[in-house]
């Protein structure tokens, strides 16, 4: 199992906004800027959740806790 934590998912994130920006200022298009706003919500959204990826299995019920 493998644990990718908030701080690498945003990163990657990051870099995928960055790849996207570039994209659209070297061809201006909306198909360029619809991607630029989609990966930038991506961001936002990862930062605000904390968002972290677990892979590779499950992670059995009694080791999750419910927040309130």
Not at 26 to 47: C, G, I, Y
């Amino acid at each position: 199992m493998k644990i990718i934590t908030p701080q690498q998912v945003q990163n990657e994130l990051t870099s995928d906004l960055e790849k996207a920006q570039k994209r659209f200022d070297m061809h201006p298009s909306e198909t360029n800027s619809d991607k630029v706003d989609s990966a930038q919500m991506r961001l936002d959204n990862a930062k605000r959740d904390n968002e972290c990826i677990i892979s590779g299995g499950c992670v059995p019920s009694k080791f999750i806790e419910k927040a309130e």
